[in-house]
């Protein structure tokens, strides 16, 4: 909840009028760096940050920098004042003096108006709060060269108090960073790709002439750097560049432990499903009465064979042993397809047909959720082997669900067919 306080944070004294100034000053009103986007960016950050903290750190100056707004909006109104009724002072700036009375509005010193593109929020708030210092030290910069161009000392007062808050905002965003414990170059949750990223690319060669001098300091010699001599040359024919390759391997994921532990766990409790299926797919074949379903059934008795020695290979790469874990929902579903397979024995052929296919279409789309789970872990944890592996067994799934959805059809037309009246 904001309230107005029917006075400035500073007191705003001007002894001469510029207009010339006055447009200036709109830089710090609306534009990139100016103080209604801190305001708008710390406040939106605020809204979105769920530590308590550092939410209550970025609505507090969310909140000043709408102070300073105001402080500066004075300011240019105070300098801009002659545009309402003076011609020559009109001239200055005819956008202001006839679209705007003579007044402030929303646009920057060239008449760009405000956008929110100049907002800096991604929603992670390390990233934020270095966005925030970096803000901090533009608006700074920009204070320092208005006070430059300033002839007006009470204008140069507030600014000096404007600028000398800036510093201030940069010191309490970079102890919040501090406090975050997180180290200067440890962004987001994916770790940059070993090796590579201690490689310093020399992407300009030659001298004189032929490019500037190549030269070397601490942002690309040391023990933690390895430089690459000429990138966009290697593997170029004639000739072969000497020196480091790039390391341009992927990158594992932080975490990426906790990763596979869920992995093993899921290939464990799906070798298990398929263990169980192993021994209910021959009942289930017994159980149909046309010859098609039976084949299907049959076939895929053979593709669930294949399927368990894939997870156990799986496994195998993994450095796990090949041991179960017990499958509740596969269990469930095959004493539900014993339940139809006995109930069937009352029914005509297409009727317990019809109704073992959907015990056996719960099965397979049963599987294919654990398939996709298992391949998209495997892909995460960059194990392309597994993976491979994997979607084989997914793409038969899928197949045979397809397949026993087909061999319903002609089923189902035969099952609507009236009874032949003798």
Not at 58 to 82: F, N, Q
Not at 85 to 105: H, Q, T, Y
Not at 275 to 280: H, V
Request: hydrophobic residues 40%; proline residues 5%; negative net charge.
């Amino acid at each position: 909840m904001y309230h107005h306080v029917k006075k400035l944070m500073y007191t705003v004294r001007v002894d001469e009028p510029d207009p010339k100034f006055g447009n200036m000053l709109l830089e710090q009103f609306g534009g990139a760096n100016g103080e209604l986007a801190a305001a708008m960016q710390y406040s939106i950050q605020g809204m979105n940050c769920e530590d308590p903290g550092r939410k209550d750190l970025l609505m507090d100056i969310g909140t000043e920098e709408l102070s300073h707004l105001e402080i500066v909006g004075t300011l240019a109104r105070l300098h801009l004042k002659p545009l309402k009724s003076v011609r020559e002072e009109a001239e200055v700036d005819p956008l202001i003096a006839i679209a705007g009375g003579g007044g402030i509005n929303l646009f920057n010193s060239m008449g760009n108006p405000w956008t929110a593109d100049y907002l800096k929020i991604t929603g992670e708030l390390d990233v934020d709060l270095r966005s925030n210092i970096a803000a901090e030290a533009r608006a700074k910069i920009v204070y320092e060269r208005l006070i430059d161009f300033c002839r007006d000392p009470g204008t140069k007062d507030a600014l000096q108090f404007l600028m000398t808050r800036e510093i201030t905002h940069m010191r309490a965003f970079s102890l919040a960073l501090e406090t975050m414990g997180k180290p200067p170059l440890s962004v987001g949750a994916i770790a940059p790709t070993p090796k590579l990223v201690n490689q310093y690319f020399n992407d300009s060669t030659g001298e004189g002439d032929h490019g500037e001098v190549d030269t070397r300091g601490a942002w690309n010699e040391g023990e933690q750097w390895e430089f690459v001599e000429a990138p966009a040359f290697q593997g170029m024919k004639p000739g072969k560049v000497e020196g480091a390759a790039i390391h341009a391997q992927s990158a594992p994921l932080e975490g990426s432990k906790a990763i596979q532990e869920v992995l093993i766990d899921q290939l464990r409790d799906l070798l298990h499903a398929e263990k169980q299926l192993l021994k209910a797919l021959p009942k289930m074949e017994k159980a149909a009465r046309s010859r098609q379903l039976q084949t299907l059934l049959q076939t895929h008795l053979h593709e669930t064979e294949v399927q368990a020695e894939r997870l156990t290979e799986c496994l195998k790469i993994l450095g796990a042993p090949a041991r179960v874990k017990p499958c509740k929902g596969m269990a469930g579903l095959i004493e539900e397809g014993e339940e139809v397979m006995s109930e069937a024995k009352k029914k005509d052929d297409a009727s317990a047909d019809i109704a073992l296919i959907g015990a056996a279409l719960r099965v397979e789309h049963y599987e294919i959720a654990a398939y996709m789970t298992v391949r998209n872990l495997a892909l995460q944890l960059s194990q392309p082997q597994i993976a491979h592996l994997l979607t084989l067994s997914l793409g038969e799934e899928q197949n045979a669900g397809q397949l026993l959805d087909q061999v319903s059809q002609p089923l189902m037309s035969v099952a609507r067919m009236p009874l032949a009246v003798a």
